[in-house]
């Protein structure tokens, strides 16, 4: 469980100046097969639009643990998605700090999502090993705007677009439902999501969990975080959704790496305190009103 070092190999310049950014991530270890961060400056998002990329800053860690040559299937990917777009429902924006805005139109509900997609590289490790591994999920983010309605929290956690779920921080409460799965430990420090805030959560959990009906792998597209639905949602789909703000997300498969899951939570909380302190890198973020974004 070594400490690793990132570098941004992308600078220019002459002399001192011409230092990479180092950055010590003491959250990542040989378990590890996810850490977004869309404003870490060794790899930060520049657009936000469907289908761009975010690069996965455990790549390295990922690529050795799942022996994957295309280091591109482990990043992720944008989605925005409508049954219309005569109607503007979602879209996403780069706050000034570099978080990923996901935001929703709460005046036309409707089939739409705002999503960030982990890629098959990631799924495929899943596949393989979700009922016999024991894995962590971390979540650091923002609500901007509340709405209301069925389905109106963010949905995070590791899952086949709301159908399948490894585990899913949910529309269901604050509390993710016991389903066939089994979890090893839950917390969360901050705001709950019917109040803007800043929220950080943990969970680690083995085998198969699933809020509608009973539903097998294989995992395909892997749901880091979304906000709306993706129209197979029926509940959903007449019901407004939050808007938030993405600031991390972590995936760990805990079997590899040794850790239990108050090890990786502690590490993972003092990530996101350092971060979102005045301070840290997200700490004094602004970002446009969700109302202002469609107009």
């Known amino acids: 469980m070594g400490r690793f070092i990132t570098l941004d190999t992308a600078f220019t310049g002459e002399g001192i100046d011409a230092l990479p950014v180092i950055t010590i991530e003491p959250i990542l270890t040989n378990g590890s097969l996810v850490l977004l961060d869309p404003g870490h400056p060794a790899s930060p998002i520049t657009t936000a639009e469907n289908g761009d990329s975010i690069i ?47 935001a929703a139109n709460t005046s036309i509900p409707g089939p739409a999502e ?39 929290r963010l949905y995070s956690g590791a899952t086949k677009l709301d159908a399948q779920s490894l585990w899913a921080f949910d529309q269901s409460g604050d509390l993710p439902p016991q389903s066939s799965a089994t979890r090893i430990g839950y917390a969360r420090i901050g705001a709950d999501e019917d109040t803007p805030g800043i ?23 892997v749901v880091a975080a979304t906000v709306g639905n993706n129209r197979q949602w029926d509940i959903a789909s007449t019901a407004p ?55």
């Open 114 to 152: 705002a999503s960030v997609l982990l890629n098959t590289g990631i799924a495929d490790w899943l596949n393989s090993h979700y009922n016999d591994h024991v894995f962590f999920v971390g979540l650091s983010h923002r609500v901007t705007r509340v709405s209301a309605g069925i389905g109106h």
């Open 199 to 221: 929220i950080c959560r943990s969970i680690a959990v083995k085998g198969v969990h699933s809020t509608f009906g009973t539903f097998a792998p294989p995992f395909e597209s």
């Open 241 to 295: 959704f939050n808007s938030h703000i993405l600031y991390s997300y972590y995936l760990e498969d805990l079997t590899i790496s040794g850790r239990t899951f108050d090890q990786a939570r502690v590490i993972w909380e003092s990530r996101h305190n350092t971060l979102l302190a005045t301070t840290g890198r997200y700490g004094t973020d602004t970002w446009t009103d969700p109302t202002q974004l469609f107009v």
């Open 56 to 102: 996965n800053l455990a790549r390295r860690q990922a690529a050795d643990l799942t022996g994957v040559s295309d280091p591109t299937t482990l990043d992720a990917n944008i989605r925005i998605v409508a049954d219309t777009e005569v109607e503007k429902k979602v879209t996403a924006e780069i706050t000034a700090a570099g978080g990923l805005h996901l």
